[in-house]
């Protein structure tokens, strides 16, 4: 699972079709539920490590990228398909609610 500190580096050339599906958590160091969420979210980066690409957004370091995503609560995720099309969920998942998602964003 990636961290991402500066999304700079991935809105270059950076492409969410065709690859693997991606499942971004937006969070906040200082969110109670984004605590909570966080080793699930570890445990499924692990789990699907090669199917499904997890990457973690600090909505505080990340401003801009999360304006762009229309981020207004935390936590929330997006299930990104291999065509790019993005499902929004605000708050948090209990793992095998997220397995279950991911698993279909596998199987598309």
Do not use: H
């Not at 997220?98 to 596998?106: D, T």
Request: hydrophobic share 45%; charged share 20%.
């Amino acid at each position: 699972m990636e961290t991402i500190n500066s999304y700079i580096p991935y809105l270059r050339g950076y492409d969410f079709t065709g690859k693997v599906p991606v499942i971004i958590d937006f969070y906040a160091a200082w969110c109670g539920p984004c605590k909570a969420l966080s080793p699930i979210m570890e445990q499924l980066a692990e789990a699907y490590a090669g199917k499904i690409k997890v990457l973690k957004v600090d909505v505080d370091k990340n401003q801009a990228l999360a304006a762009a995503a229309n981020i207004r609560s935390i936590p929330t995720l997006f299930f990104i398909d291999i065509n790019g099309n993005i499902e929004r969920k605000v708050g948090g998942m209990p793992y095998n609610m997220l397995a279950q998602k991911a698993q279909s964003l596998i199987e598309g």
